[in-house]
């Protein structure tokens, strides 16, 4: 259920601002958001799996928390990837 490292990489490679970002509030939401996909799809086919659906809540507030920085922080950045990853918000 874990992402590939060719999908991670790819992930990292668009949401970077510099060669080697890897820690960036943009590249930890896009690689959330990712992980956060795979669950809901898995969660889609294995309705009882709660152990599951406990992670996906704590991805979803560790990503939620990571928007409210990026968006105190760089408003701008915030909006474009909000779009880039069809979040609401």
């Known amino acids: 259920m874990t992402l590939s490292k060719e999908e991670k990489q790819d992930i990292i ?4 601002a ?4 890897t820690g960036s509030s943009e590249v930890q939401i896009a ?3 990712a992980r956060i996909n795979q669950l809901q799809d898995h969660l889609k086919l294995h309705k009882h799996d709660n152990s599951s659906r406990r992670g996906l809540l704590k991805l979803v507030g560790q990503r939620r928390h990571h928007q409210e920085y990026l968006k105190r922080k760089n408003p701008d950045r915030y909006q474009v ?3 880039q990853l069809g979040l609401r918000k």
Request: charged share 45%; proline share 0%.
């Open 13 to 16: 490679e668009k949401f970077q």
């Open 18 to 21: 510099k060669e080697g970002d």
């Open 31 to 33: 690689l959330l958001t």
């Open 81 to 83: 990837v909000i779009e």
